[in-house]
């Protein structure tokens, strides 16, 4: 059987799959980039030309760079996951009884739905009644309850905890995965040659970890990016737009708003952004696994 023949059998296999991609992403694409170019309204009119005008508005403006800088805060200190995550895949990956109960539990977090942990954490940070407010009161802590999402200088905090808390199992199961992978006369031979608990991490384990962890953090960086839902659900972007990130502008711009033509300019200035970010992070993982090999 020739090359050519199998060349074209496999596209004409694929053919479904990418006639549907087209149909799914293409065409929303390609109207989205035409709608960009519009002065449309959400509803009433179809909107007129108006060439880079929306691009050049919505860049120059101050809520741009001001949410940018908070997105972009938001994604690189959400990555303090990576460093729970192993933590606690270390711990699991230990000897001990129960821990197929704990490893059972890690996974919870994770597996809650977003707007179940949003709604859980606001309880926890209610102003009145929360947990986290009658704990730090009962500690000494605090002398009067304080509303964690009410002041801007600690909205953004809370929500990156509360963010950190339902996906650090998903950093954890991945390096709990990898550390199956290292040789166990590799440990023993460490062992044997008298290196400590920081030496066999930092030469032994590490390598292992470092292709998953690096998959890990792209998938993490790109999700904090563009976050949306876990946000939207517990202070909308606020006080003072102070938790405000880009997935939200876009939404305040497209429907709050009712810019159809200015929400898809934002939105597709979201999306090359987050295509730079796979992109730079697709060649570091490339690096990593050929280095590893």
């Given at each position: 059987m020739s090359g050519t023949w199998i060349t074209t059998r496999a596209w004409l296999l694929m053919l479904p799959?990418?006639?549907?991609?087209?149909?799914v992403i293409g065409w929303p694409l390609a109207d989205t980039v035409q709608l960009s170019f519009t002065d449309a309204k959400l509803v009433g009119t179809t909107g007129s030309y108006v060439g880079f005008d929306?691009?050049?508005?919505?860049?120059?403006g101050n809520a741009f760079g001001r949410t940018l800088f908070t997105t972009t805060f938001f994604a690189v200190v959400v990555t303090t996951e990576m460093v729970l995550g192993v933590l606690a895949a270390l711990l699991l990956n230990q000897q001990f009884h129960g821990r197929t109960l704990l490893r059972a539990l890690l996974i919870l977090p994770w597996a809650l739905p977003t707007v179940v942990n949003a709604t859980l954490w606001?309880?926890?940070?209610?102003?009145e009644y929360g947990a986290l407010n009658a704990a730090l009161t009962q500690l000494g802590f605090l002398t009067e309850y304080r509303s964690w999402l009410g002041e801007p200088g600690t909205a953004l905090t809370a929500l990156i905890v509360a963010d950190c808390w339902k996906n650090f199992p998903l950093v954890a199961m991945i390096a709990l995965a990898a550390l199956q992978a290292v040789p166990r006369?590799?440990?023993a031979a460490s062992f044997v040659d008298g290196a400590n608990a920081f030496a066999r991490f930092r030469f032994v384990t590490l390598p292992y970890l470092a292709g998953p962890l690096m998959v890990a953090l792209v998938l993490r960086t790109i999700e904090a990016f563009k976050v949306f839902d876990i946000i939207w659900v517990m202070t909308r972007g606020g006080p003072a737009n102070s938790t405000r990130t880009m997935s939200i502008l876009v939404y305040q711009e497209a429907f709050s708003f009712q810019r159809a033509g200015s929400g898809a300019s934002l939105a597709l200035i979201v999306t090359l952004i987050i295509t730079v970010l796979a992109v730079a992070y697709g060649t570091v993982v490339k690096k990593v696994a050929g280095s590893a090999t």
């Open positions: 799959l990418l006639i549907v991609m087209v149909a929306n691009y050049v508005r919505l860049v120059s606001r309880l926890i940070y209610n102003p006369d590799v440990i």
